[in-house]
């Protein structure tokens, strides 16, 4: 048998990226009846807490305006970036042995790490949109903007986790350091508080997050019309040049990584 | 500045034909050319593994061991050609093979592969054994280049090849060790790539499994792939080797016909006991020394002493074997062993041996073993023992100490032609 077509490298690897998500994807819900489920579990539960502890015991909740849609919604992005950055963190170190003896693009991994990620995302979002639909929140042209939003989320958290893998490799303390820093972004991304209640100062420092911008901007166009957008939430709009500098740098910088230095880390596994 | 013709993009499995015209015109382009290859490790004498350890010593240095693994190599690889790499444990030829296949990038150099490879340095390397055969299959598919259509369209054929058409959907986990070698090999040798880089795969697997491997060599190589071997056995590079290369201490130290690489390897390497599989037998013995096996010799049924017998008959294996410590009843055994290294007879006067042939130190005994000769055609190797009889233990042994072939025609294909004969009868007719 010789079918096999002439392919381009770069077809190849697309192929080889969405095989690994798959493959990763299928086992960790393989032969698992209660497999959705599980990968709703994480972010309902957070949900659970955060919002009994909110409107029951703060009595926060009730004066904001769909307030565990707010939440909800916050907590599945975030999910996604700590999944992809945290685990595209490891993929270089945890694949060693496929990395030695497989000759491959190495940026296949972050890549399919994003991928597999994504997946888990999807089969959230479909419960976001429930409980959208269960608040009497309403489909809007806006919510167009929103595809646009996640593409955004998904790209810089996979370049990001892309940039960890290789900082991982000399640095063994990058994942425990990492771990604060998702903490602290956790905090600092207006999930469980609308960024209107921030005052301004702290709420210019805020925004100069990626990650803060996007949750800010998806509550504006999913859920509130009437809630801050993120350039809204700036001082000065000009400010959303710095989150988009950001993302712009760190995906050339893993673009930049991967062709030059990547290959030659893998060496020093 | 290192330039490497496979790392012109960033994404580089491997160089298809569509990218690579001299594939697809099948132009007098070598399938694989070297030209001044250097790779240098630095290892650090220990690792700095933290950015804590680099925040609070930041000027320390620490002190590096550089291995050379591949000094200038240059040399080219023709289509079709079955070549293999030999030498001595850390002589870098497993290096060279990664430099080959892109998962090293060489320090200064080009190297140029054209047409697909197949890249082969451990079997079964990405198998996750939570899962199923199948999926595996997919995964070790899109590992080596395939789509996910063409690795599905493959896998009948490759569990056919491996004989584990039942047990697709049986978790890798519940595969016994010879299953995956056998799974992970076919899954190789089955993406239709133009090169295949291997890496000692026949170092794994019972004798059974290194035949089939050696039959899909000899089958790839008619089909006119080119397949690179890295191995210590000197047998299979002669016996298949078009062409072998021989590494010391990443020096070319021999290039060229394989009997002749393999002289230099004898020679620089003397053999190591168990990585050699072929005579002379001077290095292929072992045992104590409470016996000396002197000579080994075939004899037709007339007791005329030969190398190459005609099917059929009966034939002899003589030894002539002195003590030079007393020994009570030692076992005798001779092994024939067909030319891919499996048993194929094996005889032993343990338990049968006449009571009482005890021998003093300085006695000398002829020994004759008659058989009848069932042996196909093809060359055969004989072993020859005397052990301890009180111990496990070998008096001496000399391993593939003597050889000689059978000739004829009506070659079966079958390494033996047992005596049989057929019964038909009709059972009726409708």
């Given at each position: 048998m010789n079918d096999v077509e002439p392919r381009t490298d770069f077809q190849r690897a697309v192929g080889l990226t969405v095989t690994l998500a798959i493959t990763d994807f299928k086992q960790r819900y393989?032969?698992?009846?209660?497999g959705y489920f599980w990968t709703l579990a994480k972010p309902l539960l957070l949900f659970g807490v955060l919002y009994v502890a909110f409107t029951?015991?703060?009595?926060?909740?009730?004066?904001?305006?769909d307030y565990p849609q707010m939440i909800i919604t916050g907590l599945v992005l975030y999910n996604y970036f700590s999944e992809t950055t945290g685990q595209g963190l490891g993929c270089l170190v945890g694949n060693e042995s496929l990395i030695r003896k497989v000759p491959m693009p190495l940026l296949v991994l972050p890549l399919a790490i994003a991928l597999r990620s994504f997946f888990t995302l999807a089969l959230n979002l479909i419960a976001v949109f429930f409980f959208l639909k269960l608040g009497g929140v309403h489909a809007t042209?806006?919510?167009?903007e929103f595809p646009l939003l996640l593409g955004v989320l998904l790209i810089y958290s996979t370049a990001l986790g892309a940039f960890l893998a290789n900082l991982y490799v000399?640095?063994?303390d990058a994942s425990a350091i990492w771990e604060i820093v998702l903490q602290l972004l956790f905090w600092t991304s207006a999930i469980i508080y609308?960024?209107?209640?921030?005052?301004q100062s702290l709420r210019d420092w805020i925004m100069l997050n990626p990650l803060a911008v996007i949750i800010v901007q998806s509550r504006h166009v999913l859920?509130?019309?009437?809630a801050l957008s993120a350039t809204e939430a700036?001082?000065?709009?000009?400010?959303?040049a710095v989150p988009i500098g950001i993302v712009i740098a760190s995906v050339v910088g893993a673009a930049l990584l991967y062709r030059r230095v990547t290959p030659r880390i893998a060496e020093q596994l | 500045m290192a330039t490497l013709a496979r790392a012109s993009?960033?994404?580089?499995i491997s160089k298809g034909p569509a990218t690579d015209p001299a594939a697809i015109a099948g132009g007098?382009?070598?399938?694989i050319t070297v030209e001044g290859v250097c790779k240098t490790f630095r290892l650090p004498d220990h690792r700095r593994s933290t950015l804590k350890e680099r925040a609070m010593h930041p000027f320390r240095r620490i002190p590096e061991t550089e291995i050379v693994?591949?000094?200038?190599l240059s040399f080219r690889i023709e289509r079709g050609e079955f070549f293999g790499i030999v030498g001595r444990n850390g002589s870098g030829k497993s290096t060279l093979l990664k430099l080959l296949t892109g998962i090293y990038q060489p320090d200064a150099g080009r190297i140029r592969v054209v047409g697909r490879v197949s890249p082969?340095?451990?079997?079964?390397?990405?198998?996750?054994?939570?899962?199923a055969a199948r999926d595996n299959m997919l995964l070790s598919g899109a590992l080596l280049g395939l789509t996910r259509s063409e690795a599905l369209r493959r896998l009948d054929e490759t569990l056919e090849f491996a004989g584990l058409e039942s047990y697709r959907?049986?978790?890798?986990?519940?595969?016994s060790s010879g299953m995956l070698t056998r799974l992970a090999f076919s899954i190789a040798i089955h993406v239709d790539a133009d090169v295949l880089l291997l890496d000692e795969?026949?170092?794994?697997?019972d004798a059974g499994f290194q035949e089939k491997c050696y039959e899909t060599f000899l089958s790839l190589k008619r089909e006119g792939k080119t397949i690179v071997l890295v191995t210590h056995d000197m047998a299979a590079v002669r016996r298949f080797g078009d062409r072998a290369l021989m590494l010391e201490n990443g020096d070319i130290l021999a290039i060229g016909d394989p009997n002749l690489v393999s002289e230099r390897y004898r020679d620089t390497v003397g053999m190591e006991p168990g990585e050699?599989?072929?005579?002379?037998?001077a290095t292929n013995r072992f045992g104590d020394?409470?016996?000396?096996?002197r000579d080994v010799w075939m004899e037709d049924d007339g007791g005329k002493r030969a190398r190459t017998f005609k099917p059929g008959g009966q034939l002899r294996i003589c030894a002539e074997i002195s003590f030079t410590e007393p020994l009570q009843e030692p076992p005798l055994v001779f092994v024939v062993r067909s030319e891919d290294g499996r048993n194929v007879f094996s005889a032993s006067?343990?338990?049968?041996?006449?009571?009482?042939l005890d021998f003093d130190a300085g006695d000398r005994i002829l020994v004759r073993m008659r058989f009848?000769?069932?042996?196909?055609?093809g060359s055969y190797d004989v072993t020859a023992c005397v052990a301890h009889r009180d111990r496990p233990q070998w008096a001496d042994a000399r391993r593939d100490v003597s050889s000689f072939s059978i000739r004829g025609d009506?070659?079966?294909?079958?390494?033996v032609d047992l005596p049989h004969q057929f019964e038909i009868e009709r059972m009726g007719s409708r």
């Open positions: 393989y032969g698992n009846a209660f029951v015991i703060l009595d926060i909740g009730d004066t904001v305006k042209w806006a919510w167009l000399p640095f063994r609308p960024i209107e209640t921030v005052p859920i509130d019309p009437n700036m001082s000065d709009p000009a400010m959303i | 993009g960033t994404l580089g007098p382009d070598p399938a693994a591949a000094r200038d082969l340095i451990e079997l079964g390397v990405g198998f996750n054994h939570e899962m959907e049986l978790q890798l986990k519940n595969y795969v026949l170092a794994v697997g050699e599989t072929e005579h002379p037998a020394g409470a016996a000396d096996i006067t343990e338990p049968a041996f006449v009571e009482g009848e000769n069932y042996l196909g055609v009506g070659w079966s294909g079958a390494v």
